[in-house]
């Protein structure tokens, strides 16, 4: 059982401390610029899933925005097991989020190359993680523009346009949001789309355009090795509505069954085969390589 909510242990630049004596200083510039990264890492059976990817991303978000990198991959591992020990973890998420640090008071310019970057990681409890009632019946989606800044392959804590489209599904009666740039589907507001068409999974290719999913990487060579056909290309709303199936990806969902986007049923209205099939293989083969 996880520890309760307000006994959380966090993690503060070196300190594990409860939830409610964590204090950042308001000119951190996460706070007043959203000048941070993070990651989000899924813990099933008190163990960290795809845990190597998620660092190896945070690194090259770091490298891409010049934020100094903080803690080796060694040491962030300790503070995700001790985080995990401490809170009594056994399902649920790890959150992560590195800030430039604090400026010592607003400005656009970056501080000195001396000043230390905010860490925080926090637990947050998901029983219901790998049994999820959603995954049963499968997610509705509705498109929306994209409207987010041209660097989505870097994971910023910009998120209040997702928020908004998050916001935009909920008052329509769906699920989420797929975002739509040029024509085409670029993903969703916090994983990856995709569609099956004769069998074949269909997914945008990596670019700048979209995050660069550790679940995404991981599913797809679990897709290949199972000798399932994967097609990186764009495709469209319509091509969505038409196809045999749709899902999405993300470390918090695992793979989710979409069942209808824009009011139209996709395929037989009910999750399909192939996303039920690459659930299940997704779960077996990370819980044997978590750590």
Same mark, same amino acid.
């Given at each position: ?35 941070a990264v993070y990651e989000v890492t899924s813990v099933i059976d008190g163990k960290l899933l795809d845990f190597d990817g998620h660092v190896a991303r945070l690194e ?6 010049? !934020?100094?990198?903080?803690? +080796? @991959?060694? $040491? /962030? =591992?300790?503070?995700? &097991? %001790? ?79 997702p928020s908004m489209a998050k916001m935009m599904a909920k008052k329509a009666g769906a699920d989420d949001s797929w975002f739509v740039q040029d024509g085409f589907v ?23 355009? !979209?995050?660069?999913?550790? +679940? @995404?990487? $991981? /599913? =797809?060579?679990?897709? &290949? %090795? ?22 999405i990806t993300g470390a918090s969902t695992f793979v989710m069954p979409v069942v209808e986007i824009d009011g139209v049923k996709i395929g037989s209205g009910e999750p ?20």
């Amino acid at each position: 059982m996880s520890a309760m909510h307000n006994n959380r242990i966090v993690y503060l630049n070196g300190e594990y401390l409860p939830e409610s004596e964590a204090r950042i200083s308001i000119f951190d510039r996460g706070f007043v610029f959203a000048d941070a990264v993070y990651e989000v890492t899924s813990v099933i059976d008190g163990k960290l899933l795809d845990f190597d990817g998620h660092v190896a991303r945070l690194e090259r978000s770091l490298g891409e925005l010049g !934020i100094r990198k903080p803690l +080796t @991959r060694e $040491a /962030l =591992l300790d503070i995700h &097991r %001790e985080l995990v020990a401490r809170n009594e973890l056994t399902q649920g998420l790890l959150y992560l989020q590195v800030s430039r640090g604090n400026s010592g008071d607003r400005d656009f310019l970056f501080p000195a190359e001396d000043v230390a970057p905010t860490v925080v990681l926090f637990t947050q409890s998901v029983p219901n993680l790998v049994d999820a009632p959603k995954a049963r019946t499968g997610i509705k989606v509705i498109s929306v523009p994209d409207l987010r800044w041209g660097r989505r392959d870097i994971k910023t804590v910009q998120l209040l346009y997702p928020s908004m489209a998050k916001m935009m599904a909920k008052k329509a009666g769906a699920d989420d949001s797929w975002f739509v740039q040029d024509g085409f589907v670029t993903e969703g507001t916090a994983n990856n789309a995709y569609i099956v068409m004769g069998g074949r999974i269909i997914t945008r290719a990596l670019s700048n355009d !979209i995050l660069h999913g550790i +679940t @995404r990487a $991981a /599913l =797809l060579g679990y897709a &290949r %090795e199972a000798q399932i056909e994967v097609v990186e290309m764009n495709f469209t709303i319509e091509q969505a509505q038409r196809a045999d199936e749709a899902f999405i990806t993300g470390a918090s969902t695992f793979v989710m069954p979409v069942v209808e986007i824009d009011g139209v049923k996709i395929g037989s209205g009910e999750p399909g085969r192939v996303a039920i099939r690459l659930r299940e293989l997704y779960i077996h083969e990370a819980r044997k390589a978590a750590i």
